[in-house]
């Protein structure tokens, strides 16, 4: 076990960190945005007037995405059952309603290309240091288990990262169960297990796993998405592995 100092506080006894993926290790914002715009405006020539609506439930402003936004939080199953909503209210049938709004999402993503960003500056090493300490990493992610998978490969990250769980058909975040089964994977126990992410999501749902902490993350210093956070940062970098001599320093300085 590990103590993982992040600012000035200190998680004890840390077997595992989970991380998430978009936002967190991946830059997709440019990606999210894209496939958002496309399927805006693949719904609007069928259903007229849609395309603003659906932006803005997306959190796509110009060239800006909200990171609390639908697209960037949401399954993808969430995703294309909002959009189908939205169809819905026009008069089509759900069946095929939510069918337009799945394609829809195939057709932007072929389009924009769906090939994996790139991972935030520094995370990498980050990930290394942890590896080379002995915690535990996993990756948990609302995107599909497909693309945590791609992600995973297309940035050689399987000498570092254990276990890769997306969300499918099944549980979404802030659902605890998706934290549990990845602890489970890691054979490791909640209670030592910390979550790194950049929303509200997955806050909640380690809190409810009783997890041994909650990292909140914005690179763009962006925090109001990120409540119930112990601790918040702006890089994956503000992560450290206390070494047993600085942890005795620190406890002299309690002590002083």
Same mark, same amino acid.
């Given at each position: 076990?590990?103590?993982?100092?992040?600012?000035?506080?200190?998680?004890?006894?840390?077997?595992?960190?989970?991380?998430?993926?978009? *936002?967190?290790?991946?830059?997709?914002?440019?990606?999210?945005?894209?496939?958002?715009?496309?399927?805006?405006?693949?719904?609007?020539?069928?259903?007229?007037?849609?395309?603003?609506?659906?932006?803005?439930?997306?959190?796509?402003?110009?060239?800006?995405?909200?990171?609390? *936004?639908?697209?960037?939080?949401?399954?993808?199953?969430?995703?294309?059952?909002?959009?189908?909503?939205?169809?819905?209210?026009?008069?089509?049938?759900?069946?095929?309603?939510?069918?337009?709004?799945?394609?829809?999402?195939?057709?932007?993503?072929?389009?924009?290309?769906?090939?994996?960003?790139?991972?935030?500056?520094?995370?990498?090493?980050?990930?290394?240091?942890?590896?080379?300490?002995?915690?535990?990493?996993?990756?948990?992610?609302?995107?599909?288990?497909?693309?945590?998978?791609?992600?995973? @490969?297309?940035?050689?990250?399987?000498?570092?990262?254990?276990?890769?769980?997306?969300?499918?058909?099944?549980?979404?975040?802030?659902?605890?169960?998706?934290?549990?089964?990845?602890?489970?994977?890691?054979?490791?126990?909640?209670?030592?297990?910390?979550?790194?992410?950049?929303?509200?999501?997955?806050?909640?749902?380690?809190?409810?796993?009783?997890?041994?902490?909650?990292?909140?993350?914005?690179?763009?210093?962006?925090?109001?998405?990120?409540?119930?956070?112990?601790?918040?940062?702006?890089?994956?970098?503000?992560?450290?592995?206390?070494?047993?001599?600085?942890?005795?320093?620190?406890? @002299?300085?309690?002590?002083?």
């Amino acid at each position: 076990m590990v103590d993982i100092k992040c600012q000035n506080l200190i998680f004890s006894n840390i077997q595992a960190i989970i991380f998430d993926k978009d *936002g967190t290790l991946e830059d997709s914002k440019e990606y999210l945005r894209q496939v958002g715009q496309r399927v805006a405006k693949i719904v609007d020539m069928q259903f007229s007037g849609l395309e603003q609506p659906l932006l803005m439930a997306f959190g796509i402003n110009g060239d800006s995405l909200d990171p609390a *936004g639908l697209i960037a939080v949401g399954s993808s199953a969430e995703t294309a059952i909002a959009t189908a909503a939205y169809i819905a209210q026009t008069g089509c049938r759900w069946i095929e309603s939510l069918a337009i709004a799945r394609q829809a999402f195939k057709s932007a993503e072929k389009h924009v290309g769906n090939i994996p960003s790139p991972m935030f500056v520094g995370s990498l090493e980050v990930l290394k240091n942890l590896t080379k300490a002995g915690i535990k990493l996993g990756i948990l992610s609302a995107a599909r288990t497909d693309e945590v998978y791609a992600f995973v @490969k297309h940035h050689q990250l399987s000498d570092y990262i254990q276990v890769q769980i997306g969300v499918d058909e099944g549980p979404s975040k802030p659902d605890p169960i998706l934290f549990l089964q990845a602890c489970q994977s890691l054979e490791v126990e909640p209670g030592s297990t910390l979550m790194v992410g950049d929303s509200m999501g997955d806050m909640q749902m380690a809190l409810n796993a009783k997890a041994a902490g909650c990292i909140g993350i914005s690179w763009i210093r962006q925090f109001e998405n990120l409540i119930g956070a112990d601790v918040l940062i702006n890089h994956l970098n503000e992560i450290e592995v206390v070494t047993q001599q600085h942890t005795l320093i620190l406890s @002299k300085q309690k002590i002083s």
